[in-house]
């Protein structure tokens, strides 16, 4: 934690421009299948997904996309851009196709951004196996998981955030904070284990 510079820190929502790729209905809205249901116990059945951004020094903006493991918390996918578009959601979904092993068809939860919508998103995920939910319009605690993961990823980042003056510095600085929250950050609500060694653990049981 202390070799990233990850510290907590106060961080200011509305100054931070929460991100919202809302567009209303441009595409398939998929019914919401889990309800503010958030007690998945086994790894690899229940993932969600965002995109979220954050200002970097030199003022521009970078978008992440994110796919996270309910039960686990751990990240299975991630990706970082200068721009919320097709790639950077589909980079993510190839990510997720790498370490998504055998025999899995978990369902994978969003909010009703544009990107997840439409047909190549549904049709990727479809080719997985993956059984598609949304959050109801405008209700971010319907992805209650994301919010979280993001929320705390800016407060305990905030100043290495602010040190980044470009993106590939940005990309740099996310991907070693994936890893360690991965490997390295315990939580209580994964029995003061790691995300990938609560996973070895559930899995092993």
């Known amino acids: 934690m202390n070799e990233l510079g990850v510290q907590p820190a ?5 100054k931070n421009n929460h991100y919202s790729s809302y567009k209303g209905t441009v595409g398939k809205v998929a019914d919401n299948l889990l309800n503010q249901t958030f007690d998945a116990t086994s790894p690899f059945t229940v993932l969600h997904t965002d995109v979220s951004q954050v200002r970097l020094g030199d003022s521009t903006w970078a978008y992440m996309s994110v796919i996270l493991d309910q039960a686990t918390k751990e990240v299975l996918a991630a990706s970082v851009s200068q721009s919320s578009n097709k790639l950077l959601i589909m980079d993510t979904l ?3 196709e790498d370490n998504l092993p055998n025999n899995f068809n978990p369902i994978i939860h969003s909010d009703q951004g544009w990107h997840y919508q439409l047909d190549y998103y549904r049709e ?3 080719s997985l196996g993956l059984i598609q939910s949304m959050s109801r319009k405008g209700n971010c605690l319907d992805n209650a998981p994301m919010e979280s993961f993001f929320h705390l990823f800016k407060v305990e980042s905030q100043p290495e955030i602010k040190k980044c003056k470009n993106i590939s510095q940005f990309t740099q600085f996310f991907n070693k904070y994936v890893n360690w929250y991965n490997n390295d950050r315990i939580s209580n609500k994964t029995k003061n284990m790691s995300p ?6 559930v899995l092993a049981a």
């Open 10 to 14: 106060m961080y200011n929502r509305r």
């Open 94 to 96: 190839s990510q997720l």
């Open 124 to 126: 990727k995920i479809d």
């Open 196 to 201: 990938v060694d609560y996973r070895t653990h």
